[in-house]
């Protein structure tokens, strides 16, 4: 089974700290996304890359940044966290971007910034 | 990118049939249409997925008319486990397989 790992299920930090998000795949997925989800807003992409060091920007990417160095870890970074960055943040992989294949969540990351 | 539509809202009972419909009027020839589930707390999950006509599987079918404007996951005998959201994808390779999902539609299954 693909494995989609989130380092933390919940957090808590507070506003203008610095705040890294952490994913790990185990199934050596080209692709990886990082997505927030609020009530009502359903899931917004934030950031997506298809390639080691590689990032694309998704709808919502203002106020975070990305890294990807290993193929199967993703990072968001919240660079000055506010308290409108309190959301569900989900990563996700897929196989490749040139299949069209389903994505594999992780479960999600609950950050409050207070 | 396709923008999809789908009811807010749904409620059904156990043991009935369940029938999401979504709309995509403007989906592109290259584009296929996909269906994710997701409970509380949790990650959304693949169900299904099609370009035309049927797809089924062991959970769920996708119907997708000749003009691929609409498509309907269709859920049989549905339980109290089937409670959650469902969600309408509409896009393809061409965009890099990037997934936009909507605010999709919470299935609320009564005993």
């Known amino acids: 089974d693909v494995k989609v790992t989130q380092s933390s299920r919940y957090l808590v930090k507070r506003t203008g700290e610095k705040v890294f998000l952490e994913c790990v795949q185990d199934?050596?997925?080209?692709?990886m996304f990082w997505y927030r989800q609020d009530p009502g807003l359903g899931l917004r992409l934030i950031y997506f890359?298809?390639?080691?060091?590689?990032?694309e920007k998704g709808d919502i990417p203002e106020g975070y940044s990305v890294s990807r160095e290993k193929k199967e870890r993703f990072s968001l970074i919240l660079e000055s966290a506010s308290t409108n960055q309190t959301s569900m943040y989900l990563c996700?992989?897929?196989?490749?971007?040139?299949?069209?294949?389903?994505?594999?969540f992780g479960q999600g990351t609950r950050l409050t910034v207070v | 990118l396709a923008k999809t539509t789908q009811p807010i809202s749904m409620d059904s009972y156990e043991g009935q049939e369940v029938n999401i419909t979504c709309s995509h009027n403007n989906i592109a020839t290259n584009d296929y249409i996909t269906w994710y589930q997701q409970f509380p707390s949790q990650g959304p999950r693949f169900i299904i997925q099609?370009?035309?006509t049927k797809v089924t599987n062991e959970v769920a079918s996708l119907f997708i008319p000749a003009d691929r404007k609409s498509s309907t996951l269709s859920l049989p005998r549905v339980s109290l486990s089937d409670t959650a959201v469902y969600y309408c994808?509409?896009?393809?390779?061409?965009?890099?397989?990037?997934?936009?999902f909507g605010s999709g539609t919470k299935l609320n299954v009564k005993p």
């Open positions: 099609g370009y035309k």
């Open positions: 996700a992989s897929s196989p490749d971007r040139y299949l069209n294949t389903e994505a594999f």
């Open positions: 994808l509409v896009g393809g390779v061409y965009n890099f397989n990037k997934f936009y």
């Open positions: 199934m050596d997925h080209e692709n």
């Open positions: 890359s298809y390639d080691v060091k590689m990032k």
